[in-house]
């Protein structure tokens, strides 16, 4: 979700399988999967730069979407959230990614009917803007509201169209700004922000990452790129053109989060396929 203290940072590598991702509302285009992968180890290397220690989970060849990793779940700074997803193919990513979180955070989960990805919260402070989406229902976000009222979290709904999730169409790169897809997301709970609308022939541009000191923005929204330069933002482009093409985000292929461990200590080696420190 973007975090502004990141310590630690988990990805997943790219799926053989990624041809056959969940589209909904791109084409399908011919992916170059080698290009994906090398796209995402320059994503690593952009995360690493920023001061997270990356934990590489390996890849899983039948789970096509499994390289979108923050979709799972919600890492809150106090609990994690195990999400329930709303594409029926991508079910089985949250009970892969579950022993791995319950090393640094206690498990609480989204029940059904509940649906409720990761890709759909934007945290603001102690509010989680949630999208309602394909993928997250009103069951979910209530579940999330009652969840996480006892932490001091406030859940506000928003309304997503034309897109995936919300943080395709609305992130915050800095403090009291909302850079946004008018077109894509309903703006008025975030009348209390200065809303900055991306160029519009840069629909995606507005999935930026917010990593400590830095926002790294597509390269393939270079005008976006530019607006945030010119706030004063320490703007990092990063290419994802091939994983685009499988309708991702900045912020899908990574679950960000700080802070120690409060779970289980031991075995983590298990579920890692490489450790890259920054
Ligand atoms: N291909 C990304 C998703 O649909 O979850």
Redesign the pocket.
Known sequence: MGHPSATRALVRKVSRSLAA????HLPRQIIDLQRAARQHEDYVRALAAAGVNVTVLPEEPALA?SV?VE?PLLVLDEIAILGRSG?AS?EREGELIAPVIGHFRSLVRIEAPGTLEGGDVLRIGKTLFTGLSSRTNREGIEQLRRLTAPLGYEVTAVEVRGC?HLKTGATSPGSGLLLANPAWIDLSTFRHLEILAVPTDEPWGANTLSVNDRVLVAASAPKTAGLLRARGLNVHCVDISELQK???GLTCLSVLFAGPVVGQSGGLADHLNEVVYS
């Open positions: 991702c969940e589209l909904r979407d979108f979709d594409a991508r995936l499988a309708e991702a």
